[in-house]
Structures are given as C-alpha cells and as structure tokens.
C-alpha cells in the first residue's frame, strides 16, 4: 500500500539546522509532486515546500532562504534541509502527494 514516512525531527536550538526526510513506497514516486507542510500548536497546517517531477520548487515566504527541498528518486525521498531555524518554524511537519499524507514528524526550536 501506499506509504509516506517523515523522519528526522527532533529539538534544535534557534540558529540551528534539521534535515527532514519523506521516503515513499507503493506507488511510482518518480512521477509525483510532493509537498511538505507544517501545523504549528492551535493553528492550520501550512504549505511550507513543494517539488514538482521535474525538479521544480516553490517555497513559503517565511522559510525561502533558510529551507531548501530536493528529491531523491533512486531512493524515493523527498528532503527538507532548514537551516537557521527560529522558534516560530515549531511544527508537526508533513509530506503529502495527492491524495496521500504521512504521518508527520515532530520539529521543536527552543533553548
């Protein structure tokens, strides 16, 4: 069956890095968008990233310049470097391709 998995989430201090991944399987992730959104406490979840088939990327207003999102279609994976990280980008963070989401990994920014 179709899976997203979201990993490397963690505590990191503001001024600091995380790199999450999104590894797919059950279905052909070389032909999907992907997307990563973030649902900080008591609020929406938002579109952080995306990145086309092609390599293509789009990113919110607040993360452009400290996020970067690329793909890995021999390992079916999906990665969202942040870097300079604020206590603001605190977030359960997910991936999502149409009609499918994962389970969301956990990022918290605080000394």
């Known amino acids: 069956q179709v899976q997203l998995v979201e990993s490397g989430g963690g505590l990191v201090q503001p001024g600091g890095s995380l790199r999450l991944s999104c590894t797919a399987s059950g279905f052909t992730f070389s032909t999907y968008p992907i997307t990563w959104y973030r649902r900080a406490p008591g609020k929406e979840r938002k579109l952080v990233a995306s990145?086309?088939?092609?390599?293509?990327?789009n990113y919110a207003e607040s993360v452009k310049g400290r996020f970067t999102i690329s793909r890995d279609n021999a390992k079916n994976t999906v990665y969202l470097q942040m870097n300079s990280l604020k206590p603001e980008d605190t977030a359960v963070y997910y991936c999502?391709?149409?009609?499918?989401w994962g389970q969301g990994t956990q990022v918290t920014v605080s000394s």
């Open positions: 990145i086309t088939t092609t390599g293509s990327t």
């Open positions: 999502y391709t149409l009609p499918y």
